[in-house]
């Protein structure tokens, strides 16, 4: 579970981040929400740190951003791995011993 402590740790300090920035605490939320994964959350903690964003919008554009390269990996990823069953069916054959 320590994955899953982590992970709310950070939620938690986006969304003080973001709220020390001026904007709603729910705003916050919602982007830890979208964000959902631990490497995503710290992305977007570095973003707010060193971009310093002038709007919500900015912000809202990163999530989107980092969002989308998150399933853009998931969906190599998932590829990858269905290639090298296929692969595997290819070079093995069918296991049908019955």
Same mark, same amino acid.
């Given at each position: 579970?320590?994955?899953?402590?982590?992970?709310?740790?950070?939620?938690?300090?986006?969304?003080?981040?973001?709220?020390?920035?001026?904007? %709603?605490? =729910?705003?916050?939320?919602?982007?830890?929400?979208? #964000?959902?994964?631990? *490497?995503?959350?710290? @992305?977007?903690?570095?973003?707010?740190?060193?971009?310093? %964003?002038? =709007?919500?919008?900015?912000?809202?554009?990163?999530? #989107?951003?980092?969002? *989308?390269?998150?399933? @853009?990996?998931?969906?190599?990823?998932?590829?990858?791995?269905?290639?090298?069953?296929?692969?595997?069916?290819?070079?093995?054959?069918?296991?049908?011993?019955?």
């Amino acid at each position: 579970m320590a994955g899953k402590d982590q992970r709310e740790r950070l939620a938690e300090e986006l969304v003080n981040q973001i709220a020390e920035m001026g904007y %709603p605490r =729910s705003f916050g939320q919602l982007i830890a929400v979208q #964000l959902g994964t631990e *490497s995503t959350l710290l @992305r977007m903690l570095h973003y707010l740190s060193s971009v310093q %964003p002038n =709007s919500a919008e900015e912000i809202a554009d990163e999530m #989107l951003a980092i969002c *989308s390269d998150r399933d @853009r990996w998931r969906k190599k990823k998932e590829a990858e791995y269905y290639n090298a069953a296929y692969n595997k069916l290819i070079r093995d054959g069918l296991d049908t011993d019955d």
